[in-house]
C-alpha cells in the first residue's frame, strides 16, 4: 500500500473531526468520515486514528500526508497596500512578485507568533486604475496591490504536526475552514453584489465577506455554539454534555425532555436567545465594514448553526433577513479540494515546506498564466 492515488484533508475543529480523501485520477471516487463529538482534544489522537483506520482499509493505501483544514479564534485576517514605481516601463510579473514578497516579510516581522496560510491578490491599481486580475502588456509608472492575508497561530499549527506525527502522517497544506468554505459557496450566489458568510463554530464565528467578487474583509469573533450549551447548562443547572444533548434534541427527541421536566420551549428560548446576540454581533461588524446592510445576503453556516434549521427561521428576532446554508462533512472536504486546486486566480499558492527547494517565486506561476 501507498499514499499515491489517494488525496486526503482533514477538517480539525474544537468539537468534531469530519475527513474525506479522493481518487486523485477519479474525484467522484471519494470517502468521509467523521468522529464523535468532544469538547477537548484528550481523545484526538484516537479519533483520528479510526478515521485514518477507515480510509486505509477502504482506498487500500496507506495514508502519509493530508491537507489540514484548520480555524480558530485566534486566527487574524491581515490587509497590506504596498506599492512600486516602474518609471513608465512594462509591467513584468517579476515586479509584482517583489511586492508579494515584501508585503509577506512585513508579516513575518510584525506577526512572529502566526503562519499565512492565505495570501490573496485582492486588487491590483496601476498609475490609479483598479484591476482585479493583472493586465497584459501594460506600462505603467505605479503600481500598487491590496493584498489579504489570512494567518493561524504558529502553536496550533505545531500542535497538530506534532498529532498526524504520531500517526506517521506529514501535514502538506493548510487551509482555512471558513474562508475555503465561503470560497466554495459563493458560487452559489453568483447574482449577489455583496454576501457575507457567517461561519458558527463551536468555539468562534467568522465572518467572511464578499463585494463584487473579491473579498472585502473576514474577521473572528470568540463567540459560538459552545457558549449555547454553557447557558443551557447555566440556567438549567446541568452537566455540561447534559447541555449538549438538550441544545440538540430540544426538537427531535421530546422523550429526552419530559424524563428531566424539561420545557421545550425554555430550551428553545435559551437558544435562540444566543443566536440572536451573534447574529446582531455579525451584523454590526459587516455594517461597520461596508457602511451598509441593504445590500448585503447574509448566509448561515457551520456546526454551530445546525440547531437553527428553517423550521425555526421565522422565530429568530433578527431585524436582517438571513439564509441557512446545511453542510455536510462531504461539502466541507469538497470545498477544501477545491481550495486546494487554487480556483481562484487571485490567490498566492503558499508552497509546502517539503517543497520548498522550488524557491519562492516559483510559487506564482498561476497568476501570470
Known amino acids: ?85 516602474i518609471n513608465g516601463s512594462k509591467l513584468k510579473q517579476e515586479n509584482v512578485q517583489f511586492l508579494v514578497q515584501e508585503a509577506k516579510q512585513q508579516i513575518l516581522k510584525y506577526y512572529k507568533d502566526h503562519q499565512a496560510v492565505h495570501i490573496v491578490l485582492d486588487n491590483y491599481k496601476i498609475d490609479n486604475i483598479d484591476y482585479s486580475y493583472l493586465p497584459n502588456e501594460i506600462k505603467c509608472k505605479l503600481i500598487s496591490l491590496d493584498i489579504v492575508f489570512i494567518c493561524i497561530p504558529n502553536d496550533i499549527i505545531t500542535y497538530f504536526k506534532k498529532e498526524f506525527s504520531k500517526l506517521n502522517i506529514i501535514i502538506d497544506q493548510i487551509i482555512c475552514s471558513s474562508y475555503a468554505k465561503s470560497m466554495n459557496y459563493k458560487n452559489n450566489f453568483q447574482f449577489e453584489d455583496s454576501i457575507s458568510f457567517i461561519d458558527m463554530g463551536f468555539n468562534k464565528t467568522s465572518i467572511t465577506c464578499f463585494n463584487k467578487n473579491k473579498i472585502f474583509f473576514s474577521e473572528i469573533l470568540p463567540i459560538g455554539g459552545n457558549h449555547i450549551t454553557k447557558d443551557i447548562s447555566k440556567i438549567l443547572k446541568v452537566s455540561f454534555y447534559d447541555a449538549e444533548n438538550l441544545k440538540l434534541s430540544f426538537d427531535k427527541d421530546q422523550e429526552y425532555l419530559v424524563k428531566r421536566n424539561i420545557s421545550p420551549e425554555l430550551i428553545q428560548s435559551i437558544i435562540f436567545a444566543r443566536i440572536e446576540e451573534i447574529l446582531e454581533l455579525c451584523a454590526q461588524s459587516i455594517k461597520s465594514n461596508l457602511n451598509t446592510l441593504d445590500q448585503c445576503k447574509m448566509v448561515l453556516m457551520g456546526e454551530g448553526s445546525k440547531i437553527l434549521n428553517n423550521k425555526f427561521k421565522e422565530k429568530i428576532s433578527f431585524s436582517r433577513d438571513i439564509d441557512l446554508l446545511e453542510e455536510s462533512s462531504e461539502d466541507v472536504c469538497n470545498s477544501a479540494l477545491k481550495a486546494s486546486e487554487v480556483l481562484d486566480s487571485r490567490e498566492v499558492v503558499v508552497v509546502p515546506k517539503k517543497s520548498i527547494k522550488r524557491g519562492f517565486f516559483e510559487k506564482f506561476f498561476h497568476i501570470f498564466s
Do not use: P, W
Request: net charge neutral; with cysteine; charged share 25%.
Open 1 to 85: 500500500m501507498n499514499n499515491e492515488n489517494f488525496k486526503t484533508f482533514f477538517d480539525c475543529g474544537s468539537s468534531k473531526l469530519r475527513a474525506g480523501t479522493f481518487n486523485k485520477a477519479d474525484q467522484n471516487e471519494a470517502f468521509y468520515s467523521e468522529s464523535n463529538f468532544f469538547t477537548d482534544h484528550s481523545n484526538f489522537f484516537l479519533e483520528a486514528q479510526k478515521i485514518v483506520k477507515y480510509f486505509e482499509k477502504h482506498t487500500n493505501e496507506y495514508i502519509k500526508n493530508i491537507d489540514l483544514m484548520l480555524d480558530s479564534a485566534k486566527m487574524l485576517s491581515i490587509g497590506i497596500s504596498i506599492s512600486k514605481k
